[in-house]
């Protein structure tokens, strides 16, 4: 499976479900989401989509 530029905005849609999920604090919602979009920004070093998804949940 590679990863594709298509695979961004979903990536970036996962990041902000799972931060509402996390906490109702505004701020850290942003601080998870900033944290996100560095990674996804940088997608093409990842193999995957699951790769990156990965190192997303992990962050």
Known sequence: ????NECVPCLMR???E???MAT????I????LKK???LI???TDYNSSPELAYHMHNT
Do not use: H, R, T
Not at 1 to 4: C, T, V
Not at 24 to 27: A, E, K, Q, V
Not at 29 to 32: M, P, S
């Open 36 to 38: 996100c979009a560095i």
């Open 29 to 32: 919602q942003q601080e998870i």
């Open 18 to 20: 799972a931060a509402k």
């Open 24 to 27: 109702d604090n505004l701020n």
């Open 14 to 16: 996962q990041a902000y």
């Open 1 to 4: 499976m590679k990863i594709f």
């Open 41 to 43: 920004s940088n997608f």
